[in-house]
């Protein structure tokens, strides 16, 4: 089982409608969770970050956490062509706290 | 501000060769954290270093090495190159580490190394 699991998609979904991504992780000890965007070519960009169990927004962006289930996940609403990238969850494992283990990331394709 | 900053941004070496990545953090951040990314996988952690003292070191060979200045700025070195390390080098400042969490790292743009 790997350590932080994504579907690798991709995931084609129309302009406006809302893409859902999930993630899930093996160590019931992880604190931290994040999401990184990273387009073609260029370096991944922080765009969440979640701690507690619940949901947090910003903007268009809501993080989920549900550490009884070991799943995160990632809602963008309104989706913009824009937003066509590839999208990095990444977790801080245990007592391993400055080292980020990222999943294979999800390709999201928005299609206007 | 200033992102973090990294040099070179492409680089072409030999197998057997040796080479240093640079990193310079966000001014403030104490933390530098190296990764590689190869094409189609997510970036897998290579070291970390905080107050310049190695915090955390990943499943790499000792081929890899890497240290911190007193500027908080780094250096990766690799030895004896193989056609393996072809990847993208990333390095992310934060600004600390505190009790259970970790605080949010961001990348530099990156080094694209190329060994033939």
């Known amino acids: 089982q790997k350590e932080v699991e994504q579907n690798s998609g991709p995931l084609s979904v129309p302009e406006g409608a809302i893409a859902s991504l999930n993630c899930t992780y093996s160590?019931?000890?992880?604190?931290?969770f994040f999401w990184y965007r990273q387009y073609s070519g260029k370096s991944p960009e922080l765009i969440m970050s979640?701690?507690?169990?619940g949901d947090k927004e910003d903007g268009r962006f809501t993080a989920q956490l549900n550490k009884a289930s070991q799943y995160v996940s990632l809602l963008i609403r309104d989706s913009q062509p824009s937003d066509s990238a590839t999208y990095l969850c990444?977790?801080?494992?245990?007592?391993?706290?400055?080292?980020?283990?990222f999943g294979q990331g999800t390709i999201l394709t928005v299609h206007p | 501000d200033a992102g973090v900053t990294q040099s070179p941004t492409h680089l072409i070496k030999t197998r057997g060769q040796h080479v240093t990545l640079r990193c310079s953090p966000i001014?403030?951040?104490?933390?530098v954290s190296w990764y590689q990314q190869v094409l189609g996988q997510g970036p897998q952690f290579i070291f970390q270093?905080?107050?310049?003292?190695?915090?955390g070191r990943g499943n790499f060979p000792d081929r890899f090495s890497a240290r911190q200045f007193p500027n908080y700025s780094s250096e990766l070195n690799v030895n004896a190159l193989l056609l393996g390390d072809s990847a993208l080098y990333l390095c992310?400042?934060?600004?600390?580490?505190?009790?259970?969490?970790?605080?949010?790292?961001?990348f530099g743009p990156g080094t694209r190394l190329t060994v033939t």
């Open positions: 992310a400042s934060s600004s600390r580490q505190s009790g259970r969490y970790s605080y949010e790292q961001y």
């Open positions: 160590d019931r000890g992880s604190q931290s």
């Open positions: 979640i701690y507690s169990n």
């Open positions: 990444a977790v801080t494992l245990g007592t391993s706290y400055g080292k980020l283990t």
């Open positions: 001014s403030g951040h104490k933390s």
């Open positions: 270093y905080y107050e310049k003292e190695e915090r």
